[in-house]
């Protein structure tokens, strides 16, 4: 099977980025399905035209996530796709305030900072550009609930820190008149740190819940990427799972 894939040398997004996102998007969709075998790096790299090192990079990802395997004397081999359950597009704000909660937000940090291939790769900015970084500490009834860190585009709205501890991001960026359309977001856990314990009031090495998100306006840019961290035994995600007919 031939896949379609193509490289954007004009796209600020790294090379070997667009790669992984549009394999790990062929799994997904079942275009490149369990046991299949990926081209070998030599075939991939000449046929885009890139170099093997960023062909490499690419399938590495894609290996660290668990998609793909390296068979010694087989090659390069879909192992499964990563099973991605859709939630409404909210803010934890919006969340705890119809569970009627009483929301409170303590900003840590509102500030410009340059973007990490990461950050820059999310938003479709370029790596090293200038990025606003927003880190919260969102609190219901007094008690830490989540860790916020938010990254958006420079000069998309006037993210007063004041507002911020008043009220959501979103509803801010709904104020300003950015509609917002859609989002890829992506849901783990993992043992917390010694900072993230004390700031969450947790134990070092406690489970913690954690959400990453990019969010897109109407117009399909990217408006926000943002890496959050919950207390399990103060909130969880539901979801809702439809059989497909």
Known sequence: MTLELSVDRSSPVPLYFQLSQQLEAAIE?????PGSLLGNEIELAARLGLSRPTVRQAIQSLVDKGLLVRRRGVGTQVVHSQVKRPLELSSLYDDLEAAGQRPATKVLVNTVVAATAEIAAALGVA?????????????AHGEPMAHLCNYLPPALLDLDTAQLEATGLYRMMRAAGITLHSARQSIGARAATAAEAERLTEEAGAPLLTMQRVTFDDTGRAVEYGTHTYRPTRYSFEFQLLVRP
Do not use: A, F, Y
Request: charged share 30%; proline share 0%; net charge negative.
């Open 127 to 139: 790596e090293g550009s200038d990025v606003h970084q927003v880190e919260r500490l969102r609190l």
């Open 29 to 33: 969709h079942g275009t490149l399905t």
